[in-house]
């Protein structure tokens, strides 16, 4: 079954690095969207990362230059580098499919990891 488990979240401090996977199981994702959300208490999940079929990534304005999305196929794993991180980058990061529709939009991502917890300090 379809199924995509994080890993790789922590405590780091300010201007430090992290590097989060998402093994994805039950599905061929090189074919579909694959994005990275992050939530933290009080806000709304936010789309921080995206890469579509043909691998072409898009970035919120806060992740540019910072972060950068990736894929490993012979894994089967998306990855989010994350540099120069800042205390507001603190959240529960999410790995996100989504399984319909070829045109990638934040708001149709549909299938959810349970994320992993990132704290800057």
């Known amino acids: 079954h379809v199924q995509l488990v994080e890993s790789g979240g922590g405590s780091v401090q300010a201007g430090g690095s992290l590097k989060l996977a998402c093994e994805v199981t039950?599905?061929?994702?090189?074919?579909?969207?694959m994005a990275w959300f992050r939530q933290s208490p009080g806000k709304d999940r936010e789309g921080v990362a995206g890469?579509?079929?043909?691998?072409?990534?898009t970035y919120d304005d806060s992740a540019k230059g910072r972060f950068t999305i990736s894929r490993d196929t012979a894994k089967n794993t998306l990855y989010l580098q994350m540099h120069s991180l800042k205390p507001e980058d603190t959240a529960m990061y999410y790995c996100?499919?989504?399984?319909?529709?070829?045109?990638?939009?934040?708001?149709?991502?549909?299938?959810w990891g349970q994320g992993t917890q990132v704290t800057v300090s």
């Open positions: 039950g599905f061929y994702y090189v074919t579909y969207c």
């Open positions: 890469i579509d079929s043909d691998g072409l990534a």
């Open positions: 996100a499919a989504q399984l319909d529709g070829r045109l990638c939009r934040w708001d149709r991502y549909n299938c």
